[in-house]
């Protein structure tokens, strides 16, 4: 839980550019803030790219944080929203393929899967790995519906598709996330 004190004085000490309160605030959120780039970003290296546009847009606009909501929420979303950039940056746009071909994980097709799997215990990592296996139109919506709470209609502007599409990116990404993990634990026994 954040002492609200003590980040209301680091905050200042932002707003004052003081580097030593900027480090601590970087230090305080860069966890946290590296697993929502992760969830958007195809690599560790992109991940940390778009972590630190997503530090320099947070030091850029502190001023105007209200203390009225989470001040985890307001960083979280500014780093989901820089992440979400990169992807518009990228000259393919990869949220616009209707090629299942170009997602499919295996030889298999993910629509026989018709079951959920019900996954308890999955360890974080095992998670974040068939999410980051996922293509990047696939991960860009699951992130932003499951992760991120988006509405399919926030999700199609955001990211320039159909409303349509976002929904049948996320069943897909659930299909392919199902099968990975089936895979995954497979394997284990």
Known sequence: ?????HLKLII???????RRSQEELFKLYYGKMLGVCMRYSVDRDSAEEV??????????????FDYKGSFEGWIRRIMANTA??????????PMLTDKDEDFKLGAEDPM?????????????????DAINSLSPAYKAVFS??????????????ILGISEGTSKSNLS???????????EKFMNIE
Do not use: P, W
Request: net charge positive.
């Open 112 to 128: 026989i899967i018709k079951e959920e799997v019900e996954f308890v215990g999955i360890k974080a990592e095992i998670a974040m």
């Open 84 to 93: 979400i950039d990169a992807i518009r940056k990228n000259k393919k746009n």
């Open 51 to 64: 972590l630190q546009e997503g530090f320099i847009k947070i030091f850029e606009k502190l001023d105007r």
């Open 144 to 157: 932003l519906y499951v992760l991120e709470e988006y509405t399919h209609k926030e999700i199609s502007e």
């Open 12 to 18: 200042k000490g932002c707003l004052e550019n003081k």
């Open 172 to 182: 897909k990404a659930k299909l392919n996330l199902q099968k990975v993990l089936k």
């Open 1 to 5: 839980m954040e002492n609200k004190e």
